[in-house]
């Protein structure tokens, strides 16, 4: 073995030892995101509409600092609470099962106050009658008997006068109370206060609900106090903590919430694991079968690369620690995704080896000379894919920012196993004299299909079927967007034993929800999807319970959008795409020196997303982030095929001077036919693998992939030529 290939293997064999080294172990070195292992992803907005211009400046950090005490003392691990924009807090709860009392956790205000009750029974009267007194509220007490009182508005003591509250149980009723501490001066203000109106009754109010209003028997200096009430053990533990942690600055609304219960997250991994076996199983038979040694050096490059991504994972959160890269069902994607596009990349180098051999060379200088021919266009795919996944990160949010760091760890992955790898393994192949001959199957002959002639029937059928897309998602309105876009709830349910959509239909209806859509799954029919406009969680579940009392169910995941955060996402989905078509504008135009090339490409990718949404929607899918991961995925992919033939038409331009441009683009796209259908075949089987294993939460995603890869090699072939013809008006 020579100097230099021997060095390159300890290269090698040094890439592949720190893979192993920072993935293992995988449980340890790979954080599961929150869709894998369940937990909630909540947005939540401070409202400050009522706070002065000074309580304004620190509200959100103080309600920050106030959410950190009240999680830490539930016990959740590896949270994550960050600020996002100006009013807003992004709150991550990791394995969190109990949804309702996390979401009264972090909502309550805790605002704590004591009130003099007004129990003159004549001015009772009055006040229910509609005439309160000045001064005064009329409220009334927490539990079933809901006893009128009239309190007075201003508050007699706050809760800033408690050290510490607990739950603890009443002795003659065994109901759970909590039991207050007083600081110092709290504990002599409420003596003081105790001791002028004994005989009175003192409402203990919190965030403007009475809790209880009991009787002030005499002074009480002790510096403890009770509130009794109709509290189930739950209810009085949220509020004890909520106490001892303090009050907010002001009151927090729930903008946006994603809730995976861990059966979910269990379901998912295992989608995850079947859909990147099977995905990987398809690519390397296929790339044994067809190119045999070659396929066999690929897919071993393939298993390097999967190593690799999760090794790169591993290193940045042992390396980083605060960066916490996640894996994520969308994730899981991006990895079986990068694998279908590695192998674009040594289609493409098996195909250049393949026209050296044709042409007389021999074999070791064909696998040279194929490996120097492909770089350029290997390395202008993967730059173009990696724009896609820049903006996907930069734009998206929580399980998308999770796709884009795999997508571009496997690019980048890729791009050093397809170039270096596999090369090294051939010239060892060589030196060895154990390679003496490349065998390949092969799909096409050299064509000499005419492509230019029928340019026009193809642009008017495009126009045809992106119009009728188009048509599709301007006439449904609202009903076309998933509730990213349009905001509303998605609420999935498992029951132990299937009822059908009409029976739950009903139900809801009955229960005074009447604009749920209902959606089931022939394969899993105990599932249920109930959409609805507005948060209906708890008037669903109370539903359920009592019109299906024998037939036990789990709440599998619940996302919430606010209208607001939906207009915020779709307007950075509209700016992700149009940014992702400009950057690759741009790379494109300088790398060919031609904005008219690139100019068509980009056209052409256009072209391929309005179709894969239009046929989307009307096959009755909604447009989400996961639609629009998979547009950009399509953009940063699709520009790989165009790429390819911009690159053959550069090269035949040099070549063949004598030729009009028509002349070279219809022999450039003949030249790379086979490589064209092939690559976009391959990562089409891992696409299908994610289609058909990669569960319902994937189900979309994959099927905009499949309909936008295949239009892809629509668009190279009849779309980008005569664009290209057009913009250099030299066509004949």
Not at 45 to 51: A, C, F, G, Q, W
Not at 474 to 481: L, N, P, R, T, V
């Amino acid at each position: 073995m020579t100097k230099n290939l021997r060095n390159r293997f300890i290269i090698i064999l040094g890439v592949i030892a720190a893979c192993v080294a920072f993935a293992w172990p995988i449980n340890k070195r790979i954080n599961l995101g929150l869709d894998l292992r369940g937990g909630m992803h909540l947005i939540l907005k401070v409202d400050t509409s009522k706070l002065s211009a000074k309580a304004k400046e620190d509200a959100v950090l103080r309600a920050m600092e106030i959410l950190r005490n009240r999680i830490d003392s539930m016990g959740v691990g590896e949270t994550a609470i960050q600020r996002q924009g100006e009013d807003q807090i992004l709150v991550q709860l990791p394995g969190v099962t109990d949804r309702d009392k996390a979401v009264d956790m972090v909502k309550r205000v805790a605002h704590l106050e004591f009130k003099l009750v007004d129990s003159d029974p004549g001015r009772i009267k009055e006040a229910l009658a509609g005439k309160v007194p000045e001064g005064y509220e009329l409220k009334y007490t927490k539990g079933e008997s809901k006893d009128a009182v009239l309190i007075q508005s201003q508050a007699i003591l706050q809760g800033d006068a408690i050290s510490d509250a607990k739950v603890d149980f009443d002795s003659s009723t065994m109901l759970p109370k909590i039991s207050l501490s007083f600081n110092g001066k709290g504990t002599k203000d409420f003596g003081d206060l105790t001791n002028k109106h004994v005989g009175e009754r003192l409402a203990i109010v919190m965030d403007n609900e009475v809790l209880s209003a009991p009787n002030i028997r005499e002074a009480i200096t002790s510096g403890t106090a009770e509130i009794t009430g109709q509290f189930s053990y739950d209810e009085a533990s949220v509020l004890a903590l909520a106490l001892r942690s303090g009050s907010l600055p002001a009151p927090l609304y729930v903008e946006e919430e994603r809730t995976i219960g861990p059966l979910l997250g269990k379901d998912s991994i295992n989608a995850g694991i079947h859909a990147t076996l099977y995905g990987s199983l398809f690519v390397l038979a296929f790339m044994i079968v067809y190119y045999w040694i070659g396929g066999f050096i690929a897919s071993l490059a393939l298993l390097v690369n999967l190593g690799m991504i999760i090794g790169a994972m591993g290193f940045i959160n042992v390396m980083m620690p605060g960066s916490q890269v996640t894996l994520t069902l969308p994730g899981i994607a991006g990895i079986v995704l990068t694998l279908g596009m590695a192998v674009d990349a040594n289609v493409l180098i098996n195909e250049r080896i393949r026209e050296e051999l044709e042409i007389g060379r021999t074999l070791a200088a064909a696998i040279a000379s194929g490996y120097d021919r492909a770089l350029n266009a290997i390395i202008d795919s993967h730059v173009t894919s990696l724009i896609a996944a820049f903006l996907l990160f930069q734009f998206g949010s929580g399980p998308i920012k999770g796709f884009a760091i795999t997508l571009s760890i496997g690019l980048a992955a890729s791009l050093f196993t397809a170039v270096y790898i596999t090369r090294a393994m051939f010239e060892y192949l060589l030196e060895n004299r154990k390679l003496t001959t490349l065998k390949m199957m092969r799909l096409f002959k050299q064509t000499k299909i005419d492509f230019i002639k029928p340019m026009y029937l193809f642009l008017l059928l495009s126009g045809i079927v992106t119009a009728a897309g188009a048509f599709a998602i301007f006439s449904k309105g609202s009903q076309a967007y998933g509730i990213d876009f349009a905001g509303g709830q998605v609420q999935e349910y498992r029951f132990q034993t299937a009822v059908s959509a009409e029976l739950i239909r009903k139900a809801l209806k009955d229960a005074n929800i009447k604009d749920a859509v209902i959606q089931q799954f022939d394969k899993n029919p105990e599932d249920v999807i109930v959409r609805t406009s507005e948060d209906s969680y708890e008037n669903v579940v109370a539903t359920f319970k009592n019109e299906f009392k024998d037939n036990k169910f789990e709440t599998l995941r619940i996302e919430k959008v606010g209208p607001v955060v939906g207009k915020a996402l779709r307007e950075r989905a509209v700016w992700a795409i149009l940014l992702a078509l400009a950057a690759i504008l741009i790379y494109v135009g300088i790398r060919f020196k031609n904005f008219g090339f690139a100019a068509a490409g980009v056209i052409a990718l256009l072209h391929d997303i309005l179709v894969a949404l239009g046929i989307s929607v009307m096959m009755g899918r909604q447009i989400d982030l996961l639609v629009v991961t998979a547009l950009l995925t399509i953009a940063g992919y699709s520009i790989n095929d165009t790429i390819v033939v911009f690159d053959r038409v550069r090269e035949n331009m040099m070549k063949n001077r004598k030729l009009s441009l028509g002349e070279v683009i219809n022999l450039s796209i003949n030249q790379t036919l086979g490589r064209t259908v092939l690559s976009t075949f391959v990562t089409l089987l891992v696409v299908i693998a994610l289609f058909l294993f990669g569960g319902e939460v994937l189900n979309t995603f994959s099927l905009v992939l499949i309909i936008g890869f295949v239009c892809g090699v629509y668009s190279t072939m009849f779309i980008v030529t005569p664009l290209v013809l057009l913009s250099q008006k030299k066509w004949q």
